[in-house]
């Protein structure tokens, strides 16, 4: 049973994509990061002045502090929408099938239908539109899916 509807390739989906696939750089914390990870060193200095330091005539103390920082590597995510009875473990293995990748993790979101009425001649018409189901698939780096190859 197909699960996935439609890959989502919408200005606000790619910016949400672009945003998750730049490097980070994140600040280690603790013994046990420090030693695990490819850390960098890195030598701050900053001035210290308070005002209690100016009151008993002290002047402005210039410290340094060691910062330990690594680079997250960036991780391709790419927006589907599915049906809303898909669970993550569908959609993971419908992604992977299609597109042969290997997917990471699956996020999902539930959208509810939004509510619509317009004036006719006959009266006041209501209804709603669908309610559909958002994932966002991560994928494993160096993956990537190109969904305009088969236009």
Request: hydrophobic share 30%.
């Amino acid at each position: 049973m197909a699960f996935i509807i439609k890959p989502l390739v919408t200005e606000k989906m790619t910016k949400i994509t672009d945003k998750s696939s730049v490097e980070k750089k994140i600040r280690a914390r603790g013994k046990k990061a420090i030693e695990t990870k490819d850390v960098q060193a890195e030598k701050i200095t900053y001035v210290v002045t308070s005002k209690n330091r100016i009151k008993k005539g002290l002047k402005d103390e210039t410290r340094e502090k060691t910062l330990y920082t690594y680079v997250k590597p960036a991780l391709p995510k790419y927006g589907f929408i599915v049906r809303p009875e898909a669970n993550k473990i569908q959609i993971k293995k419908e992604v992977e099938e299609l597109y042969n990748v290997t997917v990471l993790s699956v996020n999902t979101m539930r959208y509810a239908g939004k509510r619509s009425s317009r004036y006719t001649r006959k009266g006041l018409i209501k209804g709603q539109k669908n309610a559909y189901k958002k994932a966002i698939v991560t994928l494993k780096e160096g993956d990537s899916i190109d969904f305009y190859s088969n236009i």
